[in-house]
């Protein structure tokens, strides 16, 4: 089985841009789709990326996914950052055995 | 709509027996997945394992096999998730969510049952 890991917490000022990482322990990030679920405090997690680079409908632009084999890892982009963005996000994959993993989560911070 | 409608607050003394549900409306039950996710207090999110109500195909992370049991009502459109025996490790807030496929997006999710053990 392999690990996400995410950084801790990252922080950024509105409008500006801001890329949480995913990186996978072992195994290619790119033999299994990747989701981002983004959850606000108090919230159930919402889907903002699903199968690496997929936007949910109503989910903005502003939010992009892509995965990165040199680095074996997957990013979460947000650009013109609000301040509703602020949330913990966290990636998702799947392992060989058909059991979902998620990273431990990043907060965001829009400050 | 697709909502998925889960019960409400538990508060149990730990070695007591917990059964919670998430219905589902607004699209066909037995047709997608309903995965269970635990997210203890200040914590991350942990997939506990998934079912589909279609046949009760049932799946469990290696985590939670044999701590939990997951099942389906197709009749009520309901999932469950239980307990024999709480710990006070179990306080946690448990959501269920919907994926398309076994390996696939959770692209709905509860609004999250809170379980509370303690003596």
């Known amino acids: 089985n392999f690990m996400l890991t995410q950084p801790h917490s990252v922080s950024e000022s509105p409008g500006k841009t801001v890329t949480i990482s995913c990186t996978r322990s072992?195994?290619?990030?790119?033999?299994?789709?990747v989701q981002w679920y983004q959850q606000r405090p108090g919230s159930s997690p919402t889907t903002v990326i699903y199968?690496?680079?997929?936007?949910p409908s109503g989910v903005p632009d502003r939010f992009s996914g892509s995965i990165d084999s040199s680095s074996n890892s997957a990013s979460l982009t947000i650009s013109g950052l609000k301040t509703e963005d602020e949330a913990d996000y966290y990636c998702?994959?799947?392992?060989?055995?058909?059991?979902?993993?998620f990273g431990g989560g990043t907060k965001l911070t829009v400050l | 709509e697709v909502q998925l409608v889960q019960s409400g607050a538990e508060v149990k003394k730990p070695g007591e027996s917990l059964k919670i549900s998430c219905k589902g409306s607004?699209?066909?039950?037995?047709?997608?997945?309903i995965g269970w996710v635990r997210q203890m207090p200040g914590k991350g999110l942990e997939w506990m394992g998934i079912?589909?109500?279609?046949?009760?195909?049932?799946r469990y992370s290696p985590s939670f096999q044999g701590q939990v049991t997951i099942s389906a009502d197709k009749s009520i459109s309901t999932a469950y998730l239980q307990w024999s025996s709480l710990k006070a490790s179990d306080t946690a807030m448990y959501y269920c969510?919907?994926?398309?496929?076994?390996?696939?997006?959770?692209?709905?999710w509860g609004q999250g049952t809170l379980v509370t053990v303690s003596s």
């Open positions: 969510v919907r994926s398309p496929t076994e390996i696939a997006v959770a692209d709905y």
């Open positions: 607004g699209y066909s039950f037995t047709s997608y997945w």
């Open positions: 079912i589909y109500p279609g046949d009760s195909d049932t």
């Open positions: 072992s195994g290619s990030i790119a033999s299994n789709y």
């Open positions: 199968e690496d680079n997929q936007r």
């Open positions: 998702q994959s799947y392992d060989s055995s058909n059991c979902w993993v």
